[in-house]
């Protein structure tokens, strides 16, 4: 399950709206939904119902943490799946199908901040902030997290062996 913030910010990019505009049809101060973005901010019920009115959404959807692509695909990921993205991944090669693609792009992003993170001893591991922390957020809302951490291990194993 996804955070309220974070499945608002993942609702508003899935939209294709910045801040202001979804502040805007929301009637809510661009700060303030910067804030519930971050997690800053509780929010009433009008509140929740006037970002789902502005985000075409059900109340329940947002609050229940459901993102707007949300794929229950924890037994629809076929082995043969994982191992054509993760070694897409390993190898830098982008898969032509457009589902693979996105997967891939998402994947690619995550690994490369992580590997970035590693590098450099004192910084932690990306939070769901700036590019890196998008595309984690993102993954982590199309998929369960055990086929995330398997195609994160899957890629990193392909990746050894090249």
């Known amino acids: 399950m996804i955070a309220f913030g974070e499945n608002i910010l ?3 990019l ?3 709206l910045s801040q202001e505009r979804l502040a805007a049809l929301s009637n809510i101060p661009r700060p303030n939904l910067s804030n519930i973005e971050k997690g ?3 929010v009433t019920l009008s509140t929740i119902r006037s970002l ?3 985000l075409g959404a059900l109340p329940g959807t947002l609050v229940n943490g459901e993102p707007p692509e949300h794929k229950k695909h924890a037994g629809d990921l076929s082995r043969e799946f994982m191992e054509r ?3 897409s991944v390993a190898r830098g090669k982008p898969p032509g199908d457009r589902e693979e693609h996105r ?3 998402l994947l690619r992003e995550v690994l490369r901040c992580s590997l970035k993170c590693a590098r450099e001893p004192r910084r932690r591991l990306p939070l769901p902030a700036g590019k890196c922390g998008l595309a984690w957020l993102r993954l982590r809302a199309l998929y ?4 995330v951490n398997s195609l994160i291990a899957r890629t ?3 990746a050894e062996r090249i």
């Open 52 to 54: 789902a009115n502005a």
């Open 40 to 42: 800053k901010r509780d």
């Open 14 to 16: 899935h939209r294709s």
């Open 85 to 87: 993205i993760a070694g």
């Open 10 to 12: 993942l609702w508003r």
């Open 103 to 105: 997967l891939y792009q």
């Open 144 to 147: 369960p997290p055990e086929i």
């Open 156 to 158: 990193r194993e392909r």
